[in-house]
């Protein structure tokens, strides 16, 4: 790949004059990027000396400073490390409408970490799809990303190093490092010659520049951003293909709501008080493990309307220490959070490792209340079911345990709990008129509930079906299944 | 302070039967937190094993784990360490209708840091006004701050660290650092009793708990749990006392609109173009320089509207670095925001040292639209003065430079521009109804910037008011103005 960069420019043209024309169409393009709510992503990476700073500046003269973000990604912290890898990139992704140009970027993870950090290949190539699921997902719901590699020669780097050194202001930018990267140049080409092979995707393509030549670098990465970005405002993208899930991921074959029989699904409460109090004491110590084997854990908790989710987690985070979980209520996304793609607000919320989230209802909106009530549309929900194996995968491949857990009642328990609300005062808060709305489409939602089960229900991360038309008997057999699974896990951390 | 800890206990009274009514009370409180939109803050300090833990999970058994956060302080980061002091508390305030629980606090910077780190006196002192101020402006927002402080005596902590040493599983938790606080414990009592003292206020004050008996201890914190919160909850509070700016701050008298002459306040293109260039190489060397002092800098941009906010910080961010500064859109806030005391958004956003992050409208929008338009009450818009000037001053002492611009134009000028905008069809976007609207509240605004020039133009951060008619000019002025500041600021630092 690197060798595709353009190095024969055509001396009959004055590429600076050319270049200051596209600047004046980049920045009349800023508008037409926040009239379309389109987000875009430009990112950088290259070798040292290659220009990327002053690129840069270039780059935003023409932007509006209120419109655009740049972010230097500097090495993780510790605390960062602690997350999944991902994380931090997830976190900064911009608002739809605005512009984020990154100085180094996710890229940081793969070739540079390959070249000067401890990993495997295995790891390697978990890494290089990590970057591909992650770009496609984001291409997929609108974002342009726009990809540029600064490549020179190791020539031209070594002169390039020398002449920061001549000067006493500047000397200070080349490091050791540099000096051991450009010694060791040919082996840091062939990987980084990997990695943008590899990463060099039909949606986000890499772009080489040969940045030899200031003026034609210039040139060729104004004429790119100009098009790329017309071509995203005024032209429809193609919807994109969607991929049964089932051809990509294991999944656990679980029963429709149907064949879900609640019948004698139930405990007794002498029985009930004697678990409940071996599985707090069980899940207390469990909870002590975790942390020490520093072993994140994810929760999901989703169901009907009134199947006892908040009594369950309540039981559950009783036995915690609350220094070391949190319960994450989810309810319609605010603002900010709609300018984003929608898993984003879900990437902030994961724990760190040896601590819990608890989800109280989850990215599982997107396949039921979403689709159901056309907050979304039918094309972007179906691709969905795809995006959340993929996210949850990288959770467990991150090491994090992710339970999911769907609480079934049916519709004549719904309306007896629904009644008693109605008739407690203190209990009224909780039934609103949306859940007699939701309950009208009980057959609409019981058709989407199926087809996430079928769907999402991978090995790694299978949903649970819990009978809950009793509240004692449902949240035993959670406990229960929170407990086993984690003791799986810490086993096969030994 | 701490030796009014009460000990002598009723001994014929069952404290673990009381504590259970007040558990059971403490349960049915939340929802009116929830309904009364109350945010509250429940703080525990005290001494190494005087049971916080095992208090906090006590305390929090009886709630709903959707509704409440457990935030344990720990030391400040590195990078934490790069922004004023109360930054990262300021972010973990809860939104309203939600409960946050300190596992040690903000005070962990006054007394712990004044025994443990090289703080200076006057240091320490100001870290207390910090701490007043903080709990008072929440505390006049409306949020609750329960604070408790665990007491117990040198024997009794000297007696528990013994017995988490003989078992095995807890002799951990029993560091160096314990059993040099336990040997100096006369020392850290005076500290100790010192903080208290000078943070005991009439909006916050202190609750010292002896927790040498455990049933006692949870018996009399849940009382003050519940007694505080139904209070609350049931009683309106006082307005609080409005004091007057001026009395507490220096202030740096500033003409009022009417007399800032615009005549003559204009440049010719040409000369425009060499002062540019000249203001920008400058910016750009002051630019490295704050960096490597790492000084950190607010530029805060208010003015009608077309007075030439956007062109004006366009023009300084071509000078800087972008990897060293962010410019921050202030629009309307979003639920989350609206969701907690006003400054909160602005405290998330400041710079770390070394860097400048420039606002485009800011917190004064709390003193102009949303005092106009009616959107806070009258006299929550009256305190923001005096909690604007103190934001500021504590800015100025953590070591920012604080720079504020009003780009005053008249009202001929703004309509000829607003024409303007209206005629050119790539500014039509600039130019909205709500400009139009404001424009006929011209006289109102005017009064209310007066009156915001007149409160808030301290001495440290006084109001720059800039004659923008032309836009050159002002341009030029504005830069000067800066690179005149960061000099001084610069000289200041050698």
């Known amino acids: 790949m690197l060798e595709n960069a353009i190095t024969n420019k055509n001396k009959s043209f004055d590429y600076k004059e050319l270049t200051k024309e596209l600047e004046k169409n980049l920045s009349a393009l800023q508008q037409k990027i926040r009239d379309k709510k389109l987000p875009v992503i430009i990112l950088l990476e290259g070798w040292g000396a290659s220009g990327k700073g002053s690129l840069i500046a270039d780059m935003i003269k023409m932007l509006d400073p209120r419109f655009f973000k740049v972010y230097s990604t500097m090495p993780a912290t510790e605390t960062e490390r602690r997350y999944p890898l991902m994380k931090r990139y997830w976190e900064k992704i911009p608002e739809r ?4 140009v990154l100085d180094r970027s996710w890229y940081q993870e793969l070739a540079i970490a390959k070249m000067e950090e401890d990993i495997s290949d295995s790891e390697y190539a978990q890494r290089v799809e990590y970057v591909n699921t992650f770009e496609r997902q984001l291409s997929d719901d609108g974002y342009v990303i726009i990809k540029f590699f600064l490549h020179i020669s190791q020539k031209e780097q070594k002169k390039r190093f020398l002449k920061l050194k001549e000067d006493s202001t500047t000397k200070w930018r080349v490091t050791e490092l540099d000096k051991k990267r450009n010694k060791n140049y040919d082996a840091y080409y062939k990987q980084f010659d990997d990695m943008i092979t590899k990463t060099n995707t039909p949606h986000c393509p890499w772009k080489i520049i040969d940045t030899t030549d200031r003026a034609f670098t210039r040139f060729q990465v104004f004429n790119i951003l100009v098009s790329q970005i017309t071509n995203a405002v005024n032209i429809e993208k193609p919807a994109p293909v969607i991929e049964e899930s089932a051809h990509i991921f294991k999944l656990a074959a679980k029963p429709k709501l149907a064949d879900v029989s609640l019948e004698n699904k139930t405990m007794q409460p002498t029985k009930y008080d004697d678990e409940l109090k071996k599985a707090r004491k069980e899940l207390a110590k469990l909870h002590g493990k975790i942390y020490k084997k520093k072993l994140p854990v994810v929760m999901v908790f989703e169901g009907w309307d009134a199947a006892g989710k908040g009594g369950a987690i309540k039981r559950i985070s009783y036995a915690l220490d609350p220094r070391g979980y949190e319960a994450v209520p989810i309810a319609a996304p605010d603002k900010h959070e709609l300018n984003r793609h929608y898993l984003w607000r879900f990437w902030n919320k994961l724990p760190k490792t040896g601590h819990i989230t608890i989800f109280d209802r989850s990215w599982y909106g997107r396949v039921m209340v979403e689709r159901i009530e056309g907050f979304t549309s039918e094309e972007r929900c179906a691709m969905a079911y795809r995006e959340i194996n993929e996210f949850e995968q990288e959770l467990t491949k991150e090491g994090i345990v992710v339970l999911k857990f769907w609480l079934h009642i049916d519709k004549d328990e719904q309306l007896k709990r629904f009644n008693e ?65 984690l003791n799986e896990q810490l086993k096969k951390m030994k």
């Not at 409408?97 to 984020?100: D, E, P, Q, T």
């Not at 009980?442 to 087809?451: H, R």
Request: glycine fraction near 2%.
């Open 97 to 100: 409408g605005s512009l984020a």
């Open 421 to 485: 609300r109605m008739n407690t005062p203190e209990k009224r808060w909780k039934i609103t008129d949306e859940d007699w709305r939701n309950r009208e489409k009980w057959d609409a939602y019981e058709k989407a509930v199926d087809e996430m089960i079928a769907k999402t229900s991978t090995v790694d991360a299978p949903w649970n079906i819990i009978e809950a038309n009793s509240k004692l008997y449902a949240r035993i057999k959670i406990m229960n299944i929170i407990i086993d699974r």
